[in-house]
């Protein structure tokens, strides 16, 4: 089980601006969705807030998820590492959102592959997202 209630990770010199509890969950892979804008299938770029604001009612994950992948990397399937063209996946934990400087520009974490291990990485809500990037989502 993991607790989406907890407080995540919060890396040094962040702070949490917004933490979206979620209860308990068990994960699943099976009831794990990727969402994506039509205009990145179709190979542009969306503003990250703005494929966020299309994800409104779904049920997202928040950091905790993430922690718990990357604490637990076996539970995290081969398939998510690319997409379907091949290219790394950045998968986004949206329902908790950091200030990572001194401006409080707003961001949230994700999750990706590189040289043979699961790393986290950060993307700014206003920054551009791309066909490799996906909002994790679990099924109802």
């Known amino acids: 089980l993991i607790d989406c209630d907890v407080t995540p990770y919060i890396p040094n010199g962040w702070k949490i601006k ?7 969950i068990e994960f699943d892979p099976s009831q794990v969705q990727f969402y994506q804008s039509d205009r990145q299938r179709s190979g542009g770029s969306v503003v990250l807030k703005v494929l966020i604001a299309e994800t409104n009612g779904k049920r997202r994950g928040n950091a905790c998820i993430l922690d718990h992948l990357l604490a637990n990397t076996n539970l995290i399937p081969e398939a998510w ?23 409080g520009d707003v961001c949230v974490r994700c999750l990706y592959w590189s040289d043979g291990q699961w790393f ?9 997202v791309d066909a490799q990037d996906v909002v994790f989502i679990l099924a109802s």
Not at 81 to 103: A, C, H, L
Not at 120 to 128: G, T
Request: proline letters at 0%; aromatic letters at 20%.
């Open 81 to 103: 590492k690319t997409n379907e063209n091949g290219s790394t996946r950045f998968i986004y934990f949206v329902d908790t959102e950091y200030s990572s400087d001194e401006d």
């Open 120 to 128: 986290w990485s950060y993307s700014y809500l206003n920054y551009d």
């Open 18 to 24: 917004n933490h979206r509890k979620g209860g308990e």
